[in-house]
């Protein structure tokens, strides 16, 4: 079946512009990761939604981002004012259930450029 | 708080060579252990996890044992190919908070 995807796959802005990153889980599966990868490093959490609420926001770096997913499955994440900080690879995963046992899928991401 | 801590990369092999990387992690009570590997051009993928203590992960000939009186999950394959040249990430997660933590990844380049 479809895996996670992601769009767009590459996003220049610039500095100060607001973006929106969307984010297409695994049909069927109710828990949803944003994590976000910079040039060298691991994966960081971000936000995770259990259902249509954020169980779990505080890995959000600051309240120029925020998330939403108002149906329980596609959700979108939302950059204001972007910074040349913001830059990195965004990161989606999904998962069946909520448990920590459970196997999350990761999209291919979305390469975010703030020039 | 959480953390993991692999071995600094790169990791250059030669085929059929073994492969050992170190992941240490430092968590309350019994988190679940994964590996995950990045292929070059293509997303993360899980490779293998473990979710209680002496369990071993296996897949695609590689292996990691989930030491808790040690606090490691370290990879490792007998013989590897050029094919496994990519990025490895150890990562845990936590019961009640399900996020992953990853390490800072290692990469890997086997050659011919």
């Known amino acids: 079946g479809a895996g996670v995807s992601q769009t767009p796959s590459n996003k220049v802005t610039e500095k100060g512009k607001y973006v929106e990153l969307r984010c297409d889980p695994i049909?069927?599966?109710?828990?949803l990761y944003w994590y976000r990868q910079s040039l060298g490093q691991g994966p960081e959490f971000l936000i995770y939604?259990?259902?249509?609420?954020?169980?779990?926001d505080s890995g959000l770096p600051n309240d120029r981002f925020f998330a939403v997913r108002p149906e329980g499955s596609v959700s979108t994440l939302k950059i204001q004012r972007t910074e040349r900080g913001d830059s990195a690879v965004y990161l989606c995963?999904?998962?069946?259930?909520?448990?920590?046992?459970?196997?999350?899928?990761f999209g291919p991401g979305t390469r975010l450029t703030v020039l | 708080g959480n953390s993991v801590t692999q071995m600094e990369g790169p990791v250059t092999l030669s085929e059929e060579a073994f492969l050992t990387i170190n992941c240490t992690y430092t968590?309350?009570?019994?988190?679940?252990l994964f590996w995950y590997v990045q292929y070059p051009g293509e997303g993360l993928q899980l490779l293998l996890k473990?979710?209680?203590?002496?369990d071993k992960g296996s897949n695609k000939g590689f292996e990691a044992t989930y030491r808790k009186e040690t606090t490691s999950f370290h990879l490792e394959k007998g013989s590897v190919q050029v094919s496994d040249s990519a990025v490895y990430f150890c990562?845990?997660?936590?019961?009640?908070?399900?996020?992953?933590?990853f390490g800072k990844g290692t990469k890997l380049t086997v050659n011919p």
């Open positions: 995963a999904s998962s069946a259930t909520r448990t920590n046992t459970d196997t999350q899928y």
């Open positions: 049909s069927g599966h109710t828990a």
């Open positions: 939604f259990q259902g249509t609420g954020a169980a779990d």
């Open positions: 968590a309350t009570g019994y988190p679940s």
């Open positions: 473990a979710t209680k203590a002496d």
């Open positions: 990562a845990l997660s936590k019961g009640g908070s399900e996020k992953l933590v």
